[in-house]
């Protein structure tokens, strides 16, 4: 057995979606020794016994590399689109009349169908409707609980099961659809590492999926709707992550105000503890082209300045022409900047200060230790992740490496910045604990012999809720 891909040489973690492109067992393995960390599996596409395939593909990868594997599971969401055309698509033009209704048959040049009803009931006159990403651009002239009489703004064609977005009004439309409640069930008894819940508008829609999944697997909350930035305080209080989904929010908000929505996300995000992904278009080019741009480059960069937890691949190396190249640049864009002068001071622009906690109190005091000692190493023992998640919103500048007994735990954090996750057997006694540190950071590179090491435990071991402990001992 391969002793473990130890260690990456980088905090920030890369997210790769899994698609067309990378989702056989040997394409999986090839992205994972490219740099992927975790991988999204997008429920829109595919069947649940394909599907079970990808998720066991992945879980192969733990006997060989002995290295925990950490999967996303993406639900759909209530996704808006349009009906079907007699030709397939029409030529939208500048200052036509265009109308939507809730006849089924097919549309043409003047009208087609718009299967949500709720749409009908949520849309006046003045609201636009953004089609197609937000290609084409048509505002309400004139509505009723059965036609949306439109004027084109932005033309262009349109297509059979176009999406389309609302942004001026918030529609009453649950978080969960029929689907996505069979693909999170789905999910769970697949032993789901990470839950993402898409097109969130309010905090009831966390709390529904929440009550759902009982505990059984951490909620990711997709931030893609204006609606969910407007209400994102306590949307962050009720989920366990959240994502940057730049592109649907894109969509619905200025471009201009994306940039400065992302970087309010990242740092309330980190100030609460709560994991952050950035996503969409991060690599975009790259779908192509076997490099990026240099502004995509930067892009990436940025976020990694910013702190976020995650960065993430879509296209790119889900359906895009060159998945490896791209899952190997985003490493490779992450561990030259991690290893940049001036990293952590600018990581550390966002002020985390500790909460008024015994955990992080001992959480900021372990990251203020492992620096002024020059640690190679902080070691954190944990049950729940919970210490280790506070370990790691103080960003140190030493790697966590998080020892836990519990496998489900152990391929949670792997979503965590810097909390390299490493199962272990349950100890019993503080020096087992020290050994056992150790033992660990020697064995997968982190430390020689002779060198200093921040531990970070709780007396009783094997209780949650118990850290009190910080030492400073030799590998």
Same mark, same amino acid.
């Given at each position: 057995?391969?002793?473990?891909?130890?260690?990456?040489?980088?905090?920030?973690?890369?997210?790769?979606?899994?698609?067309?492109?990378?989702?056989?067992?040997?394409q999986?393995?090839?992205?994972?020794?490219?740099?992927a960390?975790?991988f999204?599996?997008?429920?829109?596409h595919?069947?649940?016994?394909?599907?079970?395939?990808?998720?066991?593909?992945?879980?192969?990868?733990?006997k060989?590399?002995?290295?925990?594997?950490?999967?996303?599971?993406?639900?759909?969401?209530?996704?808006?689109?349009?009906?079907?055309?007699?030709?397939?698509?029409?030529?939208?033009?500048?200052?036509?009349?265009?109308t939507?209704?809730?006849?089924?048959?097919?549309?043409?040049?003047?009208?087609?169908?718009?299967?949500?009803?709720?749409?009908?009931?949520?849309?006046?006159?003045?609201?636009?409707?953004?089609?197609?990403d937000?290609?084409?651009?048509?505002?309400?002239?004139?509505s009723?609980?059965?036609?949306?009489?439109?004027?084109?703004?932005?033309?262009?064609?349109?297509?059979?099961?176009?999406?389309?977005?609302?942004?001026?009004?918030?529609?009453?439309? =649950?978080a969960?659809?029929? @689907?996505? #409640?069979?693909d +999170?069930?789905?999910? $769970?008894?697949?032993? /789901?590492?990470?839950?993402? %819940?898409?097109?969130?508008?309010?905090?009831?829609?966390?709390?529904? =999926?929440?009550?759902?999944? @009982?505990? #059984?697997?951490? +909620?990711?909350?997709? $931030?893609?709707?204006? /609606?969910?930035?407007?209400? %994102?305080?306590?949307?962050?209080?009720?989920?366990?992550?959240?994502?940057?989904?730049?592109?649907?929010?894109?969509?619905?908000? +200025?471009?201009?105000?994306?940039?400065?929505?992302?970087?309010?996300?990242?740092?309330?995000?980190?100030?609460?503890?709560?994991?952050?992904?950035?996503?969409t278009?991060?690599?975009e080019?790259?779908?192509?082209?076997?490099?990026?741009?240099?502004?995509?480059?930067?892009?990436?960069?940025?976020?990694?300045?910013?702190?976020?937890d995650?960065?993430?691949?879509?296209?790119?190396s889900?359906?895009?022409?060159?998945?490896?190249?791209?899952?190997?640049?985003?490493?490779?864009?992450?561990?030259?900047?991690?290893?940049?002068?001036?990293?952590?001071?600018?990581?550390?622009?966002?002020?985390?200060?500790?909460?008024p906690?015994?955990?992080?109190?001992?959480?900021?005091?372990?990251?203020?230790?492992?620096?002024?000692v020059?640690?190679?190493?902080?070691?954190?023992?944990?049950?729940?992740?919970?210490?280790?998640?506070?370990v790691?919103?103080?960003?140190?500048?030493?790697?966590?490496?998080?020892?836990?007994?519990?496998?489900?735990?152990?391929?949670?954090?792997?979503?965590v910045?810097?909390?390299?996750?490493v199962?272990?057997?349950?100890?019993?006694t503080?020096?087992?604990?020290?050994?056992?540190?150790?033992?660990?950071?020697?064995?997968?590179?982190?430390?020689?012999?002779?060198?200093?090491?921040?531990?970070?435990?709780?007396?009783p071991?094997?209780?949650?809720?118990?850290?009190?402990?910080?030492?400073?001992?030799?590998?």
């Amino acid at each position: 057995m391969t002793e473990g891909l130890f260690p990456r040489g980088r905090k920030v973690r890369v997210v790769s979606t899994l698609g067309p492109a990378s989702s056989t067992a040997e394409q999986i393995r090839d992205r994972f020794l490219a740099g992927a960390d975790v991988f999204r599996i997008n429920m829109s596409h595919g069947t649940h016994d394909e599907k079970k395939v990808i998720v066991d593909n992945i879980r192969a990868l733990e006997k060989e590399f002995n290295r925990p594997t950490t999967i996303l599971f993406d639900l759909q969401g209530p996704k808006l689109r349009v009906g079907d055309f007699k030709e397939g698509k029409v030529q939208l033009k500048e200052g036509q009349t265009f109308t939507f209704d809730q006849d089924p048959t097919l549309g043409d040049e003047t009208r087609v169908n718009l299967p949500h009803p709720e749409i009908f009931k949520a849309l006046d006159k003045g609201h636009r409707l953004l089609l197609d990403d937000g290609k084409i651009v048509v505002r309400c002239v004139e509505s009723s609980p059965t036609k949306i009489v439109t004027r084109v703004e932005v033309p262009g064609p349109l297509s059979d099961h176009k999406g389309f977005n609302v942004p001026d009004v918030v529609i009453p439309l =649950a978080a969960l659809t029929p @689907k996505d #409640r069979k693909d +999170l069930d789905f999910a $769970l008894k697949e032993k /789901a590492d990470w839950v993402a %819940l898409s097109f969130v508008q309010r905090v009831e829609d966390v709390i529904e =999926a929440k009550e759902l999944i @009982k505990g #059984r697997a951490p +909620l990711l909350v997709k $931030l893609e709707k204006p /609606a969910a930035i407007e209400n %994102l305080e306590s949307i962050l209080a009720a989920t366990d992550a959240v994502m940057v989904a730049r592109g649907d929010l894109g969509v619905e908000c +200025l471009p201009e105000s994306v940039p400065p929505t992302q970087k309010r996300i990242v740092e309330r995000s980190r100030q609460l503890g709560k994991p952050v992904v950035v996503a969409t278009a991060m690599l975009e080019s790259m779908i192509k082209a076997p490099a990026p741009t240099r502004a995509e480059v930067s892009d990436v960069a940025n976020a990694i300045y910013e702190g976020a937890d995650g960065i993430m691949l879509s296209a790119e190396s889900a359906a895009g022409d060159w998945p490896h190249e791209a899952v190997n640049m985003m490493h490779r864009i992450a561990s030259y900047v991690e290893n940049a002068p001036g990293y952590i001071e600018r990581v550390r622009f966002t002020p985390t200060p500790a909460e008024p906690t015994t955990v992080d109190a001992l959480a900021e005091n372990a990251s203020k230790t492992a620096e002024t000692v020059g640690a190679k190493a902080i070691i954190v023992f944990t049950e729940t992740g919970k210490t280790a998640q506070r370990v790691s919103r103080a960003r140190p500048v030493a790697p966590i490496l998080s020892l836990t007994p519990d496998a489900e735990v152990a391929r949670r954090l792997g979503l965590v910045w810097g909390a390299q996750p490493v199962q272990v057997s349950t100890v019993k006694t503080l020096d087992e604990a020290k050994k056992l540190a150790a033992e660990t950071a020697k064995k997968y590179g982190f430390a020689k012999a002779g060198d200093k090491l921040v531990v970070v435990a709780g007396e009783p071991f094997g209780k949650a809720g118990t850290t009190n402990i910080v030492d400073v001992i030799e590998a």
